[in-house]
């Protein structure tokens, strides 16, 4: 089946200070990519969608300037975090639908999620 | 927009036992339907799905069902095993799209006793 990477798997970094994270589908090419956010023991919450080639879609409550989204090829994008604080600290997984059902032999409308990242923001 | 309530919230099951999760889902625009299966520290994982043109879909020891006209969903795991515990996701998508929104339940974190 169609992978995805993140990168890196996870960051631990001071208050104030960007963190940029990175979503990679490797054998299947996505015009849209999702990011997700999940506290402990929470569900996953949708926190925008990426689009390659045109801005971010950010869901109500989610700050734009806080949360830069880059879509900057049809296998890449990224997510950062600017300004880190301590309750920005989270699990961050990204989802990416195959642009051509049936690519890398993924069945029809399946979304492929990342293994998340671990932001720890001291 | 959507809304998906999952239950119940821990299950805890005897080994070789069933499962029950049970879902339900506010939008009527919805059309698809995925179970995920989360371990601890990484992404979910599809593990079945419906779409609402079905009402029934089994995969060895995983069924889902999916009641269209009261918007409920469920997912059945048979001879639960060890290696089943972990925390379920329903989800609910607007689409057959798969670029559209994921929108998921509040997850069932699964024990099997041994």
């Known amino acids: 089946g169609a992978v995805v990477s993140q990168h890196p798997s996870w960051v631990i970094c001071k208050s104030g200070t960007s963190v940029k994270i990175e979503c990679r589908s490797l054998d299947f090419q996505a015009t849209t990519m999702f990011w997700y956010r999940q506290f402990p023991k929470q569900s996953l919450m949708l926190m925008a969608t990426?689009?390659?080639?045109?801005?971010?879609?950010?869901e109500q409550g989610v700050e734009k300037d806080k949360f830069l989204i880059n879509h900057a090829s049809l296998t890449l994008s990224t997510l950062t975090v600017t300004s880190a604080h301590p309750e920005d600290s989270s699990f961050y997984i990204c989802?990416?639908?195959?642009?051509?059902?049936?690519?890398?032999?993924?069945?029809?409308?399946?979304?492929?999620f990342g293994p998340g990242t671990r932001l720890t923001v001291l | 927009g959507e809304n998906v309530e999952q239950h119940p919230s821990t299950l805890s099951v005897q080994e070789g036992d069933s499962a029950v999760i049970k879902c339900t889902y506010s939008d009527s625009a919805s059309n698809y339907f995925p179970w995920y299966k989360q371990e601890l520290g990484k992404g979910p994982q599809l593990i079945i799905d419906?779409?609402?043109?079905?009402g029934e879909k089994k995969d060895q020891r995983i069924a889902v069902t999916l009641n269209k006209t009261a918007k409920h969903f469920s997912l059945h795991i048979t001879e639960t095993q060890p290696e089943d515990s972990a925390v379920y996701f329903c989800?609910?998508?607007?689409?057959?799209?798969?670029?559209?929104?994921?929108?998921f339940g509040s997850g069932t974190r699964l024990s099997i006793r041994p």
């Open positions: 989802s990416a639908p195959p642009d051509l059902t049936g690519a890398s032999g993924s069945d029809v409308d399946e979304q492929f």
């Open positions: 419906i779409r609402s043109n079905v």
């Open positions: 989800a609910a998508t607007p689409s057959y799209s798969s670029a559209s929104k994921i929108i």
């Open positions: 990426s689009n390659e080639g045109s801005k971010a879609t950010y």
